[in-house]
């Protein structure tokens, strides 16, 4: 009967983990966030020990807790490109100083570090598919405080593997593109504030255009969310010891698609429900560019595709939902929530 830490319970990550934790498995989860919205039908389950807190102030709280879990998750991140641009120390400081305290007391306690990397510390990789023990890691120049967020993973990534050189045990999991419900908050219209599929959700919902940056040709392998948490499952499991000191991508790479391609995909579903069809027929896509979306700071990776021969091996793990499915899935999610986001637009 493990313990789970899990840091930022109330995240896309940590919400979805929780639920899977709780229905299937007799495993305890420890959750720390500063939210409940996501949470809040689990915190009645008796295996689900909540505390609202802020692991920059209740530092106490987080140690004691890394000491009597055995396996830590530490998911608290700010994971949106538009904050890299635009608050580029507010990220280095919870990415990377927030969370170096937390990896120092796995060390320090001997547990099972399960930490998020990022598909983002490959940067501008020329690879036609990620390698998580071969790919150089490529980041723009200085002036492009975008690269903040995959240079402060790319760190942590580094800080952790020199500690399981000390005997950490330790795994890293790179998540690319996870998609599901619950991803970002669909009644944030500003744009830019979440990431690209809740983005373009919450404009069909609303009725509002949708921009493609550079012309939407960037490229991203997207991974609905259950695939990504059969995965985690297995991490934390480490039948045999089989993920120490592993460095996993998760991601499917069969789902690699355009953004041009993905709001076309939207567009075409939206029609299929009576909730989205007023909505998604005021929408036009237009384009802009990423100066004027993001910021001059931006810079964009044209491809994302991960090799993920080493996580189906070990793990004995495959994605297996297509494209049509995972989006079908958040459509079907957020039926309930249509009235609530377009009053964003009264």
Not at 3 to 8: A, E, N, P, T
Not at 13 to 26: F, P, V
Not at 47 to 53: I, P
Request: glycine share 8%.
């Amino acid at each position: 009967m493990k313990k789970v830490l899990i840091l930022g319970v109330n995240g896309f990550i940590g919400h979805h983990l929780s639920k899977r934790i709780l229905e299937t498995t007799d495993w305890h989860v420890y959750g720390m966030d500063m939210n409940t919205d996501r949470i809040s039908d689990l915190l009645a389950h008796e295996r689900m020990h909540f505390f609202e807190g802020d692991i920059t102030i209740n530092k106490e709280w987080v140690e004691y807790h890394v000491k009597k879990c055995d396996v830590i998750l530490p998911l608290v991140a700010i994971a949106t490109p538009s904050t890299y641009v635009k608050a580029p120390l507010r990220v280095f400081e919870l990415d990377f100083e927030a969370n170096l305290p937390i990896v120092r007391s796995a060390a320090k306690y001997g547990k099972h570090l399960v930490f998020p990397s990022t598909s983002e510390v490959y940067g501008m990789c020329h690879d036609e598919e990620f390698d998580p023990e071969n790919s150089e890691l490529i980041c723009g120049p200085i002036n492009k405080p975008r690269w903040i967020y995959s240079n402060a993973k790319q760190l942590m990534d580094r800080v952790i593997w020199g500690y399981g050189m000390e005997g950490l045990n330790f795994t890293l999991f790179r998540p690319f593109n996870w998609i599901g419900a619950g991803l970002d908050s669909i009644h944030t219209p500003k744009e830019g504030s979440s990431r690209v599929v809740t983005q373009f959700f919450g404009h069909i919902v609303r009725g509002e255009n949708i921009s493609l940056v550079d012309g939407g040709h960037q490229k991203r392998a997207f991974t609905d969310i259950d695939d990504g948490i059969d995965a985690l499952m297995k991490i934390i499991e480490n039948k045999n010891g089989a993920a120490t000191g592993k460095i996993y991508n998760i991601g499917n790479p069969v789902n690699n698609y355009s953004i041009r391609e993905l709001a076309d995909m939207m567009m075409a579903l939206a029609p299929l429900y009576p909730e989205y069809a007023d909505g998604a027929a005021k929408v036009k896509i237009v384009e802009t560019t990423s100066g004027a979306y993001y910021g001059e700071g931006y810079q964009d990776v044209k491809n994302r595709v991960p090799k993920i021969t080493n996580t189906c091996e070990e793990l004995g793990w495959k994605p297996t939902t297509s494209m049509a499915d995972a989006l079908k899935k958040i459509f079907d999610a957020y039926r309930g929530q249509v009235a609530e986001a377009q009053k964003l637009m009264d």
